[in-house]
């Protein structure tokens, strides 16, 4: 219908167009077309109501504020709305917010719909196809490819900046749920891992919130199990009052996993709870089902969780899949020495250079996002982080040939600085690699069994215990029945309680004396039980005695005993804390700036043993806190020299030999990330050209459908970015240390379909030409296949149009 002749079914509605500032247009009806909110839509608006709508919002302003959220997740619909208000001059009021809100929550439940129909076009729309696809140089897995240790590498960790207040049943008016995020897990599965390791006095992660005042775990962290002192130097929450604030919180935060370029592959809501161990389980759940074997997790408490999947129901399929957990780099430095030697990428096999810092990247972006969902619905809280994983994932996604343009360069320069240096070194020295591994292997035996005790006679030590409790106990028992029967009266004469005024008096005396004299003589006939049923089973015949040989014997034993496991002890933590001031080469400080956990245990140790060091004979020179603090290495520490195990000939204890260790132990990991990015660069080469030529087939089958026009946007805008990622993968293959194949190759378990991609090649002869001799410009062209002029946000109009008309 022309707009100069009106029809009977036309009507004006106010809009709001941000970029036009128009205030109110016609809209343009007939009579196949009654409703006025398919009107709206084909004349570029929406409605803020589905029905009888008072106020339409401009297709291009609501696709403008997604935009604007996508790269600015703060960015409030509230802030929008007055910028609207204020483009347009008026007065901010709320109801602009609330129609503001109407209308983007269908907008984006439109692009919801375009989106699902172009991935069933397409074929994307199987079960898990994103886990399964959405990371090329994860998932893209190619014939005759070298085999890497571990097939996938991935990141997992809990975050509380996604916490949504409970509440109130008053305040509740959005009932609505969101339920087609592919992201999160549902909360039914991650409850089924709630109770999984029963047997256990209480989940891996409770560790993280242990006690601060304990005094045994605070003189001596490392007595607990691993996991609770290596995460004890970076608890998320500690006392009871941090753990009953989550009550106020519906949803506590999210526990996310990335794989290791960043793209996301699980979320769990955590509900009214800290970071239990039931949410990494469940992820670690779907990892064995669908991610197959040989798998590298790293969590920042990797080296207790470890336990808990071996005592849960997934241990079985976690060891027989050859997967493993580990601690990410960042935290991994705050573990003890110990724990860093097993768990820290650095020394793990096939780990690379990868820090497993993905996590720490995508709570630093999405914590921005905590002002806008705190107080948010369900509803909306979900639409919006929903929306922030898209656009990270999207952004990752780019990213992916850059962050292997850049490991493979980091490796290569390791390599280059490294490898001269390590090779003076084993020619000074005299060493081979065999001999560094053989050290490293030793260094890890060695710190694994510090201040481990040897095996004597615990029966002989028992008995004399005893019998020195039995000694004691007899001195108490006489002492009470003497004080006891000190206080009968010399002219005691039995007199009822009524005639005798003076015994009364005295009465709440002498029952506490009797109450002690029975106590002791109870403990006193306990121990005699107890000597003479160990005598029983040990054969002695006669009850030893100070004098005896075999008494004096077990007391010296003792005595050093004391003495060697106060020793043990403080050479255990001294030794850590001597390694770790190394790696981190600040030894030489002189300044006790690091680890403070650890210096607050070896002043309690060094107290101990100075208490056990006074107790020889001849007694020991005590320690002092000062000296011991500025130690640099182990020749300055001479009481190992009386430990079991003195380690100061060892060549691994050397420091000349640590740091050759340690450009080693870099060089290997930097040619196992050579290795794995020669494997990834091609994956998604093969993966990019393979979805090219998927495009061409499927456009060429829509051509005549209503559906063309969006599933042609979503190509043209994917091919974009495909050819900026093929322009880094062509800087990859002309590194003049490359040693990959330089190449598509064929994907497993495909037929390789010989398919004119539309345009691909000409695309990838252009790449391939323009770094023939310059792997390292960063220019990037944007190449566009189907034409100069993008679509814009008319293409929407069109479809939904042609949609309407075929309903």
Excluded at 55 to 83: D, G, Y
Excluded at 266 to 271: F, L, P
Aim: a negative charge; hydrophobic letters at 35%.
């Amino acid at each position: 219908m022309s707009p100069h002749s009106p029809s009977e079914y036309d009507f004006f509605i106010p809009v709001v167009d941000i970029f036009t500032l128009d205030t109110e247009v016609l809209i343009s009806r007939d009579a196949d077309c009654l409703s006025p909110s398919a009107a709206l839509v084909r004349a570029g608006y929406l409605g803020h109501v589905p029905h009888a709508p008072s106020l339409a919002f401009s297709l291009h302003t609501l696709e403008h504020f997604r935009l604007l959220r996508a790269r600015k997740p703060s960015f409030s619909i509230e802030a929008f709305a007055k910028v609207l208000c204020d483009s347009y001059r008026i007065p901010y009021q709320r109801r602009y917010r609330t129609s503001l809100s109407g209308a983007f929550d269908t907008y984006l439940a439109i692009l919801r719909g375009v989106d699902k129909k172009i991935n069933e076009i397409l074929g994307r729309d199987t079960p898990n196809w994103r886990i399964l696809n959405a990371c090329p140089p994860c998932t893209y897995e190619l014939e005759e490819e070298p085999t890497l240790t571990f097939g996938r590498m991935y990141v997992l960790d809990g975050g509380n900046s996604a916490k949504r207040m409970a509440e109130g049943a008053r305040n509740r008016g959005d009932m609505r749920e969101y339920t087609e995020s592919d992201y999160l897990l549902p909360r039914t599965y991650v409850d089924k891992f709630a109770n999984e390791v029963q047997s256990r006095n209480s989940d891996a992660l409770d560790s993280l919130e242990a006690n601060d005042d304990d005094e045994d775990t605070e003189a001596d962290p490392t007595r607990r199990n691993i996991a609770s002192d290596c995460s004890k130097n970076w608890k998320a929450a500690a006392s009871d009052e941090k753990k009953r604030m989550w009550s106020i919180f519906d949803e506590t935060g999210i526990f996310v996993s990335t794989c290791r370029h960043g793209l996301l592959l699980w979320v769990a809501d955590m509900v009214r709870s800290r970071e239990l161990a039931k949410y990494p389980l469940a992820i670690i759940s779907k990892v064995l089902e669908l991610l197959g074997e040989r798998s590298l997790a790293a969590y920042d408490i990797g080296c207790g969780f470890a336990s808990t999947i071996r005592s849960s129901s997934l241990g079985k399929a976690f060891k027989q899949q050859g997967c493993r957990i580990c601690v990410d780099a960042f935290h991994g430095y705050a573990h003890n020495y110990a724990c860093q030697t097993k768990n820290h990428p650095n020394g793990i096999q096939g780990a690379g250079i990868e820090d497993f810092g993905a996590i720490e990247r995508f709570f630093s972006a999405s914590n921005a996002l905590a002002p806008v969902i705190r107080y948010a619905t369900a509803y909306r809280r979900s639409i919006f982080l929903d929306l922030f994983y898209k656009q990270w994932d999207d952004d990752k996604y780019l990213n992916l040939a850059t962050m292997i343009y850049h490991n493979y360069k980091q490796s290569i320069n390791i390599i280059a600085s490294e490898s001269l240096a390590l090779d003076t070194a084993k020619v000074s020295l005299g060493i081979q690699d065999g001999d560094l591994e053989a050290w490293c292997q030793e260094e890890i035996e060695y710190i694994a069994c510090l201040g481990k005790e040897t095996e004597w006679d615990i029966h002989a030590m028992t008995y004399v215990e005893l019998l020195q409790k039995l000694r004691d106990a007899q001195t108490c028992a006489s002492d009470t029945s003497l004080q006891f029967i000190s206080m009968v009266p010399s002219d005691y004469q039995f007199l009822p309680p009524s005639q005798d005024v003076s015994y009364s008096t005295n009465v709440s005396a002498t029952r506490k004396l009797e109450t002690h004299r029975r106590y002791h003589a109870e403990c006193l006939d306990t121990l005699q039980r107890e000597v003479v049923a160990l005598e029983v089973k040990m054969g002695v015949a006669h009850r030893w005695q100070p004098t005896s040989p075999e008494y004096q014997e077990t007391m010296k034993y003792m005595a050093t005993h004391t003495y060697q496991r106060a020793l043990d002890n403080l050479q255990r933590l001294i030794v850590q804390r001597l390694f770790e001031l190394q790696k981190l080469n600040i030894s030489q400080t002189g300044k006790c700036f690091s680890l403070q956990t650890r210096c607050h245990a070896i002043q309690t140790a060094i107290k101990k043993y100075n208490d056990a060091a006074s107790q020889l004979h001849p007694p020991r020179p005590p320690l002092e806190w000062s000296k011991v603090s500025h130690y640099s290495f182990l020749e300055e520490f001479n009481l190992l020299r009386e430990t079991r195990q003195d380690i100061r000939d060892k060549m691994w204890a050397r420091p000349v030999i640590c740091e050759t260790m340690r450009q080693w132990l870099r060089i290997q990991r930097a040619k196992e990330e050579i290795e794995r990015c020669n494997v990834e660069v091609r994956r998604l080469h093969t993966f990019i050209v393979d979805e090219d030529r998927h495009f061409a087939r499927v456009l060429s089958s829509l051509e005549e459908s209503p559906l063309y026009f969006a599933v042609q946007e979503f190509c043209k805008d994917r091919r974009l970015v495909n050819s900026q990622l093929l322009d880094r993968i062509f800087q990859i293959y002309a590194l003049s240390s490359f040693s990959g194949v330089a190449s598509p190759g064929l994907r497993k378990g495909r037929v390789d379909l010989d398919v004119e991609g539309d345009g691909m090649d000409g695309i990838l002869a252009g790449h391939q030409h323009e770094h023939e001799h310059d792997g390292d410009d960063e220019t990037i062209e944007m190449i566009d296949d189907e034409g100069d002029d993008m679509q814009d946000i008319g293409t929407l109009v069109e479809y939904l149009s042609d949609l309407a008309l075929t309903r």
